[in-house]
């Protein structure tokens, strides 16, 4: 049973263009809702994080937005580049320290 | 600190033999987490354990999968005996609970079962 699901599996664009990776989730508990990122041959690193009261967050290029009403919330990256090539994660925190990840979306962005 | 370190970086074994990944966490972290990382299903939560108390073990696999945390700065799972579904990469993850903690992950360890 997949507690967060992620979309899409995988995601091809232009460098300048804007990818946007979607999740959904069905636990209310949740109370904290990070990305992370992930290189080719190293663990995932925490990129960006919200709170279920906030609906959306920026930092430098990346922006989440949170729709609690319909239990999703998405990631944006604008004027992407090719070092964003990566595998990005969508994560749920229950009300302890349980982190539970999306299945990831390997994005590629060409020059 | 030199963050989570996990060993060994890749491991080849045959079916049915015993495999052991270890792990060290962040100095002063008190929750760690074990993860499976497939193409099928992504990072999986295996196990956590906070202040080396197991709390959570409802993701490991099987009754071939055990792991351990005999005190803060080290943690082992254990698959025994494994199999070729077994192969993976796995994550061990650590955090100081309080507030939006940020879990750090280890490198991983490739694992193959042939």
């Known amino acids: 049973q997949q507690q967060v699901k992620q979309s899409p599996q995988s995601l091809i664009v232009q460098k300048g263009g804007i990818p946007i990776i979607n999740c959904a989730y069905e636990n209310t508990a949740f109370d904290y809702f990070p990305w992370y990122q992930q290189f080719p041959g190293k663990g995932p690193a925490l990129l960006i994080a919200?709170?279920?009261?906030?609906s959306e967050k920026k930092e430098g290029r990346f922006t989440i937005s949170f729709n609690k009403s319909a239990k999703q919330f998405s990631l944006h990256i604008m004027d992407s580049q090719p070092g964003d090539s990566a595998t990005y994660f969508c994560?749920?925190?229950?009300?302890?320290?349980?982190?539970?990840f999306g299945t990831g979306t390997r994005l590629q962005v060409f020059p | 600190d030199a963050g989570v370190i996990q060993s060994p970086r890749h491991e080849v074994t045959e079916m049915g033999q015993e495999v052991t990944l270890r792990c060290k966490p962040i100095?002063?972290?008190?929750?760690l987490f074990w993860y499976r990382q497939t193409m099928m299903r992504g990072l999986e939560l295996l196990i956590y354990f906070n202040n080396n108390v197991p709390i959570d073990d409802s993701g490991m696999p099987e009754d071939r999968f055990s792991a351990k945390m005999p005190n803060a700065s080290f943690s082992t799972l254990k698959i025994q005996p494994s199999e070729p579904r077994d192969s993976a990469v796995y994550f061990c993850?650590?955090?100081?609970?309080?507030?939006?903690?940020?879990?750090?992950f280890g490198q991983g360890t490739r694992l193959t079962v042939v």
């Open positions: 919200i709170r279920p009261d906030v």
């Open positions: 994560a749920a925190r229950e009300n302890t320290d349980k982190l539970i």
């Open positions: 993850a650590s955090l100081r609970t309080g507030g939006l903690a940020e879990a750090f």
């Open positions: 100095s002063g972290h008190n929750s």
